[in-house]
């Protein structure tokens, strides 16, 4: 699987399928982050951001 910048995925913790985003990529690196979601004024999930603190880098 080849990820891009900007790319979204769905990774499993435990019986839970947190959403991620590819926020860099290049031949030697990928960085991913979970994804932060704000609520607005009708209480739908808007997306907002990824949380950098829990962002994770992998070696190709």
């Known amino acids: 699987m080849n990820l891009c910048k ?3 995925l769905n ?3 435990g ?3 947190i ?3 590819c926020i860099y990529a290049d031949e ?3 960085v991913i982050a ?3 979601f704000v609520l607005d004024k009708n209480n ?3 997306e907002n951001g990824v949380d950098e ?3 994770m880098e992998f070696l190709r």
Do not use: G, M, R, S
């Open 44 to 46: 739908v999930l808007v």
């Open 19 to 21: 959403p991620y985003k």
């Open 53 to 55: 603190t829990k962002k």
């Open 15 to 17: 019986e839970n399928l």
């Open 34 to 36: 979970p994804l932060k």
């Open 28 to 30: 030697n690196k990928v």
């Open 11 to 13: 990774l499993a913790e």
């Open 6 to 8: 900007d790319n979204y």
